[in-house]
């Protein structure tokens, strides 16, 4: 008998273990060439696959299965992490380019399609297709500090106009293949359809997720689990109106934008497991279908270069445009070109469904797939070459307030729920973070460990979404000062239910570089703010400042009549705020104070 | 947004609604393939009989119905082909790679690499898991008990390497050349089990009038595919099709009515499934 019987390598352990080498294993090695680590993964994907090494056969579903929700995920994270509040910046110019962006490649995209003999529906899905881009470099881009560049906002924001039109147009097409629907049958179908799925989206979502947070929001694995469930629900809803999935998941991303901020903790985590597993698995599941023996055909190389020409070409032409149009020098066109012509999840995900559905041909889809390479080198060595070219933009003249509060508090005075939720107002309007910190000065006692973690409970379900962060030093103003330094803050809320600190600051010279609130007394539920700029204060954003506070159905009074006046009778409010703060002036100077009583 | 772009923006949408709207692609579309079938307006099929219960009814000349029917019929009919043409072909000439002159088989064909030297396999159509076809009211849902059956297999079929290899019953295999022989052997109680494709089981069990029944299925990778010539051009185009009638509903829509079996995943809801050890 032989002592060691030994099987062949086989069942899902075997056939997970090489897909996660691959997620592992591709990006490394590709990486190590200077090239984008996605395209690791699609090469990984074929060698593991069917047409490769064979490891996972044509008929395997376990692995489709998870690629499918992996194209769901991405979609639901490329919605999620738009900056809508850059969007709303440049507006203008985001929509003259978003027209621009998404008209040429269409164009272009379509009429190859016809030229190559495709149906219309083909022709115009491929148009809608080369239309649609990925911020695949942003993070190139980012890294030349470019982040609040006018092109690189235009970029960004023409993202949420082209990939929303290329998803409205695959719907509609995809609904033309009913067999036997009208042309008006399938407008209102269509129509309907995706009124629904907004509906859902933008109008329940957000409520359930606000609700749900302030509930059992407490718990991270809960809010991790609630966005799945969304982003699943929001598919489904898509696929019941006859919809394609990957739009309600993209809708749900634009619906929660606000509630999920970028540097959240509840974002950084759906980050995670999408880089980790799902956005990974599926780009390795398209690389199983990628076959060498269809691409290397002189057709598809044909289709693959007439596509690049369209949708490099049309983006191109887009973003040379505006240079006439927005007056954006040529280094900004080069950015604006890397960051719209990278070809990734909109369109493997517009090409998948076009496939699924029998538009698309193998050596049509494989042809995109050569597309989306070509692409992806193009983009990275523009944004590489153009970005250091781009001159790094001054700060913003008009502060974004609420980029990252500080919430301060101290060791007698560990966030009420109503200063919490104060200084969450004044994130959310800027798509900002909320960050908890206990100040103490030196020797003074600190909270405990499990104190922290209850206070991190408690504050997560009001949706406070980093953990606290504790600052020691000399003095209690010292410790802000450093706090608001080391933290990059751009206003803190500070706990004050005693008036303490608003005697300490308004009473001490430190020049605070950012606006400080102090909330004093916080009665029930918030009916009523009352402003109060201090009056010693030189210039203040007071106006700025009330607008962010004051959230639906409640009344927002400046009362300048000076710090502890009675032009407003505080007794009727039911949120008392003090507040004392410098704000920078665009010279640096540090010279306003306001007070919000 | 300003009320000019924000005006184009929609001109745009509406303009390309209209146009994608007007679309259709029930007819031929090059991006999904071209089919160019070996007769002009015919598309000739070949199979390995007829009829075969849930696949095929009726005669060669007079079909009826079927699950492979409605799919060559549905095939044609996107292909824009006026007619289907039935040839029968013995089973071991098809998976030869010998299809009589025909544009592609629709017999239950289960991918495998020896075959896939001689044939072209389409995107699969049903998924062929094995499936144990018994005399109704046996118990045959775990392992050990699978084992100790007298199994009936078709010869060199990939069922056949799946018993041996995966199964391993503890008592010899009557490996026979048709299905029918094994369906008579087990009616006859010569056998126990039948291995089978599960839907070819399903369908037999449920035109057995209650005497034969599914006892559980495997799971595994295999699909049923549709075979075409090797190094076919019509590939691309027929793959294109499966994937078309599968996302709109056509395939479940035949599963449904011939082969009464409800799939998720690939396996059947109600029907016990065993694991194979690894």
């Known amino acids: 008998m032989d002592p060691l019987h030994l099987n062949e390598p086989s069942g899902d352990a075997f056939v997970f273990l090489v897909l996660f080498a691959v997620v592992v294993g591709g990006p490394l090695v590709v990486e190590k060439l200077k090239i984008p680590g996605i395209i690791g993964l699609f090469l990984g994907g074929l060698l593991i696959g069917p047409h490769g090494l064979g490891f996972i056969g044509s008929g395997n579903t376990t692995v489709f ?12 994270v490329a919605g999620l992490e738009l900056d809508l509040g850059l969007v709303k910046r440049h507006r203008r110019s985001v929509v003259v380019f978003s027209v621009l962006s998404f008209a040429m490649p269409m164009a272009a995209g379509t009429v190859a399609g016809l030229l190559l003999d495709f149906g219309t529906g083909a022709a115009i899905l491929l148009g809608a297709l080369l239309a649609s881009h990925t911020l695949i470099v942003y993070p190139t881009v980012k890294s030349f ?135 990974p698995v599926f780009i390795v599941s398209v690389g199983l279908v990628l076959d060498p023996g269809v691409m290397a055909e002189p057709e598809t190389l044909r289709m693959a270069g007439i596509f690049v020409l369209a949708c490099v070409g049309g983006k191109a032409i887009a973003a040379a445009l505006t240079r006439p149009f927005l007056g954006f020098s040529w280094s900004q066109v080069g950015v604006l070109f890397s960051l719209t012509a990278a070809q990734a999840a909109a369109t493997l995900a517009v090409a998948d469904v076009g496939k699924q559905h029998g538009l698309f041909g193998n050596a049509v889809f494989n042809a995109v797939l050569g597309l989306i390479l070509v692409s992806l080198i193009v983009a990275s060595v523009v944004a590489s070459f153009s970005g250091q070219r781009v001159p790094v933009p001054p700060k913003s003249p008009t502060p974004t307030y609420g980029d990252r509060v500080l919430l301060i508090g101290t060791e007698d005075c560990l966030f009420r729920a109503g200063v919490a939720a104060l200084a969450m107002r004044l994130a959310s309007t800027d798509a900002g973070v909320v960050l908890p910190v206990i100040v103490a000065p030196d020797g003074d006692s600190m909270p405990g460990f499990h104190e922290i973690e209850k206070v991190e409970r408690r504050l997560t379900s009001v949706g406070v979404d980093l953990p606290v962060t504790v600052h020691v030093d000399g003095d209690s103003p010292a410790a802000v000062q450093h706090a608001i330094t080391s933290l990059d803050a751009s206003a803190a809320v500070i706990d004050d239910p005693s008036g303490e600190w608003l005697n300490v600051v ?84 540090a010279s306003t104070v306001v007070t919000i009583v | ?212 029944e599914v006892a559980a299925q495997f799971p595994s990778d295999d699909n049923l595919a549709a075979a075409l010539p090797d190094h076919s051009s019509n590939k691309d185009a027929v793959d294109s099709a499966v994937r078309a009638l599968a996302t709109d509903g056509t395939l479940r829509t035949l599963a449904d009515r011939w082969l009464h079996v409800a799939l998720t995943g690939g396996l059947a809801e109600d029907i016990p499934v065993i694991q194979p050890p690894s």
């Open chain 2, 1 to 212: 947004m300003s009320r000019p772009g924000a005006r184009h923006l929609a001109l745009l949408l509406m303009a390309l609604m209209v146009v994608a709207c007007g679309a259709d692609e029930t007819t031929a579309n090059r991006a999904a393939g071209t089919f160019r079938p070996a007769r002009p307006g015919v598309l000739r099929v070949a199979t390995a009989q007829v009829p075969a219960p849930g696949f095929w009814q009726g005669t060669v000349a007079n079909p009826t119905g079927g699950f492979e029917w409605g799919l060559a019929k549905a095939f044609a009919s996107r292909f824009g082909l006026a007619l289907v043409e039935i040839v029968e072909v013995p089973f071991e000439d098809l998976i030869s790679g010998r299809l009589a002159g025909a544009d592609m088989a629709l017999s239950q064909l289960t991918f495998s690499e020896g075959r896939d030297r001689v044939l072209d396999f389409s995107t699969p159509y049903l998924p062929g898991k094995p499936a144990i076809l018994t005399r109704a009211g046996a118990r045959v849902n775990d392992m050990e008990t699978a084992q100790a059956q007298r199994w009936s297999v078709r010869r060199r079929s990939t069922l056949e390497r799946f018993l041996n290899d995966k199964v391993r019953p503890t008592r010899p295999v009557q490996a026979v050349d048709t299905r029918q022989e094994s369906l008579d052997a087990l009616t006859n109680g010569n056998v126990d089990a039948v291995l089978l494709d599960l839907p070819v089981a399903t369908a037999i069990a449920s035109t057995s009038g209650g005497r034969l």
């Open chain 1, 65 to 76: 299965s998870l690629g499918k929700l992996g194209l769901l995920y991405l979609m639901f």
């Open chain 1, 506 to 589: 308004q009473t001490g010279d430190v020049p605070y570089r950012v606006p400080l609130l102090i909330v004093g007394a916080v009665a029930g539920r918030c009916r009523r703010v009352v402003v109060r700029p201090d009056p010693l204060a030189v210039s203040v954003p007071v106006g700025e400042i009330a607008r962010r506070l004051a959230p639906a159905r409640t009344t927002v009074v400046i009362d300048d009549s000076g710090a502890g006046g009675s032009a407003v009778e505080t007794g009727t409010t039911d949120l008392v705020v003090s507040a004392v703060g410098a704000d920078v002036q665009p010279n640096g100077a």
């Open chain 1, 145 to 279: 500090r470019l982040g609040s560049d006018p092109a690189v906002a235009t970029g960004v924001g023409a993202t949420v106009v082209t990939d929303t039109l290329a998803l409205i147009i695959l719907a509609v097409i995809v609904g033309s293949t009913e067999v036997g629907a009208s042309s008006v049958e399938i407008a209102i179908q269509t129509g309907l359809g995706l009124l629904i799925v907004a509906g859902f989206s933008f109008l329940l979502l957000p409520r359930v997720a606000t609700l749900f947070m302030a509930r059992f929001g407490s718990s991270r694995t809960n809010r991790y689990v609630f966005a799945l469930v969304a982003l699943l629900s929001a598919a489904t809803v898509a696929q019941v109106v006859d919809i394609e999935g990957i739009i309600g998941a993209f809708f749900a991303g634009l619906a929660l934008n606000r509630l999920v901020p970028n540097e959240g903790d509840l974002m950084h985590r759906i980050d995670f497991f999408g880089a980790a597993v799902f956005i």
